[in-house]
């Protein structure tokens, strides 16, 4: 099932989404952290005693708008990535012959970050010039845990969602940590809704990144480095992984620095990133 968060005559709910018959049936819970909280009670009646809603008639949200924590993100998990990462000039502290780590790199943005479908990323002028995308498919927790083994891992799962891990690499390269470069203000796209697990194959899912129309990425989620189990245990470890905490499991080739020369996004361009089983997120860049 796909759930969203919308705004609907001045009003923010959450609903369920049925996309071919274009319309969303809204869910009596305050927000997405509830309804993901109360889930197995609620399950049987969602779609129950509410009018839909027209899909086109509403403004999508990021499904979870505001984190409670911050957004946890894994950076080069997808070998050619880590290798066009290590050879751009970007990464700090890179190492020749050495683009693969032996642990997972893991890094957070910060909840302010966070915009819905259709928002502009903005351009944060004086602060920096080479704004670069990266498409990653995006764990929501549901069952909060710790010290959480690979074996357990996809049970403390409730859905999926994208992200689209903006950042500034002249930030990212000069302070080290990735920290200032990804958290910009408008810097995580997330939407356009959250799948629940039941309907994802997480080791199997297709992402992609257009600028306007050209393809950039392409890429699946079978070729991780660091696979979706293997995450969990590793972030959960000694440290509370809590309902709607968000993983974002790391871009594939074919970002910005990847080329020669980089190409950064530019004024009026406008980026989609698409997991397929889950949807498209476009914003525009300006
Ligand atoms: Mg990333």
Known sequence: MKFATYEYRGEVRVGLVQELENRILPVPVPDML???????????????????IPLD????????PRPRNNIICVGKNYRAHAKEFAQS?????AKKGA??????????????SVIGPGVTIELHPGVTSEVDYE????????????????ADALKHIWGYTIIN?????????????????????????MGPWIVTADEID??????????????RQDANTRDLIFDIPGLIETISAGAT???GDLIATGTPEGVGIGFRPPKFLKKGDVVTVAADGIGVLANPFG
């Open 34 to 52: 509830s309804l993901i909280s109360c889930y197995d009670d609620l399950k049987s009646s969602i779609g129950n005693n509410f009018d839909p």
């Open 57 to 64: 008639g509403v403004r999508l949200l990021a499904p979870i």
């Open 89 to 93: 000039g970007y990464e700090a502290n």
């Open 99 to 112: 683009e693969i780590d032996e642990y997972p790199a893991v890094f957070t943005k910060r909840p302010q």
């Open 135 to 150: 498409v990653e498919l995006t764990i929501v927790i549901g069952k909060s845990g710790r010290n959480i083994l690979r």
């Open 165 to 189: 891990d903006v950042t500034a690499r002249d930030r990212q390269k000069n302070h080290k940590q990735w920290y200032l470069g990804k958290s910009l203000d408008t810097f995580c796209p």
């Open 202 to 215: 997480p080791e199997n899912v297709q992402v992609k990144t257009w600028v306007n129309d050209e393809l």
């Open 241 to 243: 992984l809590e309902a």
